[in-house]
């Protein structure tokens, strides 16, 4: 009896271990959950979609019944999309179906035309797919939420570093016609001028030579002129041959060239002579007029005789504008080739702006252009008048000139700042936010909700998955703020599509694709 006292042990554990042998013949070897030891375990469900997600029994892909699919137009050769709601938008998935306004059908000519657009994979099938939630619950637990298709005001445009110059055609560099000393400097930097306004004098020994020859020249003409009537006068009583009144008219178209020589001269320096005015003045007004030539008498009024000398040459604005540089004073020398004063018309000024070559093509002239200079008055308008037609061999960019208008002066040379070339401005064009666009490889899609989502607690919670065109690309600055991506066409207004979040639909639409690829059937 104690032997067999001391076998039970042994029996226990052999039945112990015939026991757990047999039960996990029977539970596949599997341990139990704690709820299942517990007795608080719910008997398994075989009313599962493993597929999509969501009990099978309410599989719209399953069960096309439930929720039949829209109607298929398939691919929009003009918009680029499936389903065109531009074309078909009895697609849009709102309560009413809407009438496709030819005011969107324009709008999308012009995006499509005012730049190159990423396309779309027309044999692509995924927008046949929708992604459906098991409850409202699931949508919440999966951080999906929602965002108005709406209207929106926008501007596309290259942005562009530039620069502020003068304007090159409206900006004069005045120098002496002849070498000489500074007599005397009328104006100074910042003042305006009027063209022909005498900004300096000159004494130039160069031109007093040039008067003192045209004065020669007048007497020498005059001298001859009167020997010729004398010797006509004489040849036609026959008292000199008339070879002799010949040479003496010789000597008078000598005479006259002479004159016509020393008159070119004194308009090659900027003095402009009436000769026919002087040949009737007696010789002491003659030196009078040519010694002030060229200096208004309201300054000449002022000099002294004694110190003026008949040398001096008036160097004058070119132009109508401001004085924007002066490189003398009174009594330095001065040559031709040194530029004294700078004038500029500042009413209108040189934009230069530095675009990528990429974005060269996109341009066109009197496109409007928008810049902002560094601490400047805030964003100024201008127009594109001139594109370069190469690129810089360094930074590879290509220049891009705009005129700005400066009627105030407020504008300044050598600004640099960023600027704006518009390619395109809309008034109420169709946009969503950036989040709710998903590229998934050979298409651009969003996901809209289906429009009877919320008709009763048992009613699909679908998203169907739409193709779109873009328009103004990704972090476009919308009128109400936020970053927005215009579109083209694939949705209508009032349509709800996923936006925050939206990254779930896109990883099950991926994983339903796996081993198809985006254009599987």
Not at 98 to 108: H, K, L, S, T, Y
Not at 378 to 407: F, Y
């Amino acid at each position: 009896m104690s032997r067999f006292i001391n076998h039970i042990p042994t029996l226990l554990v052999i039945v112990l271990l015939v026991g757990l042998g047999v039960y996990g013949h029977h539970a596949g070897w599997r341990l139990p959950k704690f709820s299942a030891l517990a007795g608080t375990a719910t008997p398994e469900q075989d009313d599962w979609c493993v597929e999509h997600g969501v009990p099978e029994s309410q599989c719209v892909e399953c069960r096309p019944g439930l929720l039949p699919p829209v109607k298929d137009y398939g691919w929009c050769r003009e918009h680029g999309v499936h389903n065109c709601p531009l074309e078909h938008p009895d697609i849009a998935q709102v309560k009413q179906t809407p009438e496709a306004a030819e005011a969107d059908r324009q709008r999308a000519a012009r995006a499509l035309a005012a730049a190159p657009r990423a396309e779309n994979n027309a044999p692509c099938k995924n927008y046949r797919r929708r992604i459906q939630f098991a409850s409202l619950d699931a949508v919440k637990k999966a951080g999906v939420d929602v965002a108005l298709v709406d209207r929106q005001d926008i501007v596309e445009s290259i942005p562009a570093s530039g620069e502020i110059t003068y304007d090159q055609t409206q900006l004069a560099n005045l120098s002496a016609r002849a070498a000489g000393a500074v007599w005397r400097v009328e104006k100074k930097i910042g003042d305006r001028v009027r063209a022909g306004e005498v900004l300096a004098l000159i004494d130039a020994v160069g031109v007093g030579r040039a008067k003192t020859e045209l004065l020669q020249s007048l007497a020498q003409e005059e001298f001859q002129r009167t020997t010729l009537a004398r010797l006509e006068s004489l040849s036609s009583q026959g008292v000199v041959a008339g070879r002799q009144a010949q040479q003496a008219q010789a000597d008078l178209v000598q005479a006259r060239s002479r004159v016509l020589g020393a008159q070119q001269s004194l308009l090659n320096l900027g003095l402009p002579v009436d000769v026919e005015e002087l040949r009737r003045l007696p010789e002491d007004e003659q030196f009078r007029r040519l010694r002030w030539l060229g200096i208004p008498e309201t300054l000449t009024q002022h000099f002294d005789p004694h110190e003026a000398t008949t040398n001096l040459l008036p160097l004058r604005a070119s132009m109508d504008g401001l004085i924007v540089a002066r490189r003398i004073v009174a009594g330095e020398t001065v040559d031709t080739g040194q530029v004294l004063f700078q004038v500029a018309d500042t009413g209108r000024m040189w934009l230069t702006l530095n675009v990528s070559v990429e974005d060269a093509g996109k341009l066109a002239l009197r496109l409007p252009v928008r810049f902002r200079p560094d601490g400047g008055p805030g964003e100024v308008d201008g127009t594109l008048v001139w594109i370069s037609t190469t690129a810089d061999p360094q930074t590879r960019m290509v220049a891009a000139r705009a005129e700005l208008p400066n009627p105030q002066g407020r504008l300044r040379n050598e600004t640099f700042g960023t600027g704006r070339i518009i390619l395109r401005e809309e008034k109420a064009a169709i946009a969503v936010p950036a989040e709710a666009i998903h590229g998934e490889g050979c298409c651009h899609v969003v996901f809209v909700r289906d429009k009877g989502y919320f008709d009763g607690r048992d009613t699909p919670k679908v998203f169907h998955v739409r193709t779109v065109r873009l328009g103004a690309g990704h972090q476009l600055q919308g009128s109400v703020g936020g970053k927005f991506t215009e579109i083209i066409s694939g949705l209508l207004p009032g349509e709800v599509v996923a936006s925050k979040g939206s990254d779930v639909l896109r990883a099950e639409l991926l994983k339903n694709s796996l081993g198809e690829g985006c254009c599987a059937k």
